[in-house]
């Protein structure tokens, strides 16, 4: 018979465990918790999210601890008085109710959003926001739960500027040929130009000597011979012929430099944290320009701007950064059907006012977006290229974008092997 090795150290334990487990056995049994003797006014003051309550209306009723944390205001303060008069003021710049008109609750179905709240001191607090409603009589409450997404708001900021900076980057390759290409002309036209200048003087020169020999009386058949042979020389005609030309090329050249360089710079200024009203369909040109090398080679763009609408109230880097995803998901999305044949689809960007919105549509001539996957092309890092060629942030950054920062909306029609459209709504605000 085998004798089993026993590890003294392992034993220790083993026994300093049993001894555990008879301790607990031998403790008196801890009495159930009853429901009815629960202090449920301090569960909800210990809770880490801010809680308030309003009745029908919006009146406050209940603001625990951490509400008067984040937002400054104490209980005693708010009670009585409204959601639009502390934390959801309506903005009448831009048309957004406040109070309960912001949550637009059911009281048949709790809700969450994300809205900036305003605290105390003026300043504001990005917070989401869960409601849920409790009958009250004939009536209902509704419990707003606050959790403050400050971080969440950071870290998204981050990694928004980091994709923009991955896009301009990307982009970077493409830009340099686009300045490249009309600066080789402009060199080449002043290269010819310096020349033909050249040979012009000398041609000059045999006029001249024919104005001074008619002048002086000399021999002035000789120099209209010379004259003559200068211009065959020099090619005088031909210079005369192509060098308005060369002249209007080099100015095309550095119109379109200047617009690249304009774009850029339009495209990639941070702009301010407070929205700015903006022409819509130039920032959209912009961006279309510093995004040519990734669309001219595979795609032609229709536009139909509307001349008439207003300025939008907008984020301008933020924005144009959404344009450039969606410009360049296009451009992808119809390179994989015209592949290397030299065909071309066709790029759509169109703006339009709707009631108090504005409108904006891209389109693609693309492969389309499976019916499997459609709802999932907004989720974070979610991406259906290959690895390398996207983060599958683009979509995500555009939608938190357009429904977090600006309050719009922005939705995707799509047909399999025919194309898709994104199409973004802005509310207008007051115009001027």
Avoid at 45 to 71: C, K, Q
Avoid at 125 to 154: C, K, Q, W, Y
Avoid at 328 to 349: F, M, T
């Amino acid at each position: 018979m085998t004798a089993l090795l026993v590890d003294p150290v392992a034993e220790a334990e083993l026994e300093k465990l049993r001894a555990e487990l008879r301790e607990f056995e031998a403790a008196p049994t801890t009495p159930k918790c009853d429901p009815k003797g629960i202090d449920w006014r301090e569960v909800i003051n210990t809770s880490n999210d801010a809680f308030l309550s309003t009745d029908a209306s919006g009146v406050l009723i209940e603001w625990n601890a951490n509400a008067e944390r984040l937002f400054g205001w104490s209980r005693d303060e708010v009670v009585g008085m409204s959601l639009d008069e502390t934390i959801l003021p309506g903005d009448p710049t831009t048309n957004r109710p406040g109070g309960l008109r912001l949550l637009a609750v059911d009281p048949k179905q709790g809700k969450r959003l994300e809205v900036n709240a305003r605290c105390h001191d003026g300043g504001e607090l990005p917070a989401e926001v869960s409601v849920t409603t409790m009958r009250h009589g004939a009536s209902f409450v509704f419990n707003v739960f606050i959790h403050d997404i400050s971080r969440r708001r950071e870290l998204q900021s981050q990694l928004a500027h980091a994709q923009k900076l991955e896009s301009i980057g990307q982009l970077s390759a493409g830009i340099a040929h686009e300045i490249n290409t009309p600066t080789q002309y402009v060199g080449d036209n002043t290269r010819f130009v310096q020349e033909a200048v050249t040979d012009l003087l000398c041609a000059f020169e045999a006029y001249e000597a024919l104005a001074e020999a008619v002048r002086t009386g000399g021999d002035a058949a000789a120099a209209l011979t010379a004259a003559v042979q200068a211009a065959e020389e020099y090619d005088v005609a031909y210079l005369k012929e192509e060098l308005g030309s060369a002249i209007d090329q080099s100015l095309e050249g550095i119109d379109r430099v200047a617009t690249i360089v304009r774009a850029m710079k339009e495209f990639s200024h941070p702009g301010s944290a407070a929205k700015t009203p903006i022409d819509l369909a130039a920032a959209v040109q912009n961006t279309m320009t510093v995004a040519t090398n990734e669309w001219k080679y595979v795609a032609t763009i229709e536009t139909d701007f509307d001349e008439s609408l207003p300025a939008v109230p907008c984020l301008p880097g933020d924005f144009n950064q959404v344009v450039l995803n969606l410009i360049v998901n296009g451009a992808h999305a119809i390179r994989e059907v015209v592949g290397d044949s030299g065909e071309k689809g066709v790029l759509r960007v169109a703006t339009r006012r709707e009631a108090d919105e504005a409108v904006l549509s891209i389109s693609d001539t693309g492969c389309g977006i499976p019916e499997a996957i459609l709802g999932r092309v907004f989720d974070p890092f979610f991406t259906t290229k290959d690895v390398g060629v996207g983060t599958g942030q683009g979509l995500a950054i555009a939608r938190s974008v357009i429904v977090d920062k600006h309050g719009g909306t922005i939705g995707v029609e799509t047909r399999v092997g025919e194309g898709t459209t994104f199409v973004i709504r802005l509310p207008l605000g007051d115009e001027t």
